[in-house]
C-alpha cells in the first residue's frame, strides 16, 4: 500500500499519473470476459456496488455477443480478489463461463463506472 501511496504523490507531482503507476510491480490489468445469464439481470449493478471495498479501478459493460467484461486495474492480489467477490456475491449462479486475461496496467481508469 506504501508504494501505492508513493506513487500517487508522484503522479500528482509530475502530472504524468499513467507513467508513474506503471512503475509499480505488482499493478496490472485485468480483463475479465463473462459468460451465462449476466445481461438483463442487474450483473453489472451488482458489481459496480462491490467496487468500494476494493482498491481497484474500472468498468463493467455488457457485449454485443450476451457476455459481460469488466476491466479492473490495480495491484494484482487485489484484483483477484474483487475477481473472486465476483463469483461469491450471489452472482456465481449466473455465470456459465469465467475468462480472465492479465496484462500490463494502463493507468488510464479513474473510478469505477458502468458503460452503457
Given at each position: 500500500m506504501q508504494?501505492?501511496?508513493d506513487a500517487l504523490r508522484l503522479c500528482l507531482w509530475t502530472r504524468q499519473p499513467h507513467e508513474a503507476l506503471m512503475k509499480l510491480p505488482s499493478w496490472c490489468r485485468a480483463t475479465v470476459t463473462y459468460t451465462g445469464r449476466v445481461q438483463g439481470v442487474g450483473f453489472r449493478y451488482m458489481v459496480?456496488?462491490?467496487s468500494p471495498g476494493f482498491d481497484a479501478t474500472g468498468t463493467i459493460q455488457n457485449l454485443?455477443?450476451?457476455?459481460?467484461?469488466?476491466?479492473?486495474?490495480g495491484e494484482k492480489e487485489e484484483l483477484e480478489a474483487f475477481i473472486d467477490a465476483v463469483r461469491d456475491s450471489g452472482l456465481g449462479?449466473?455465470?456459465?463461463?469465467?475468462?480472465?486475461?492479465?496484462?500490463?496496467?494502463?493507468?488510464?481508469?479513474?473510478?469505477?463506472e458502468i458503460i452503457r
Open positions: 508504494l501505492f501511496a459496480k456496488s462491490l454485443p455477443s450476451g457476455q459481460v467484461a469488466l476491466v479492473l486495474e449462479p449466473m455465470i456459465r463461463d469465467e475468462h480472465c486475461e492479465w496484462s500490463e496496467a494502463e493507468g488510464q481508469l479513474k473510478g469505477f
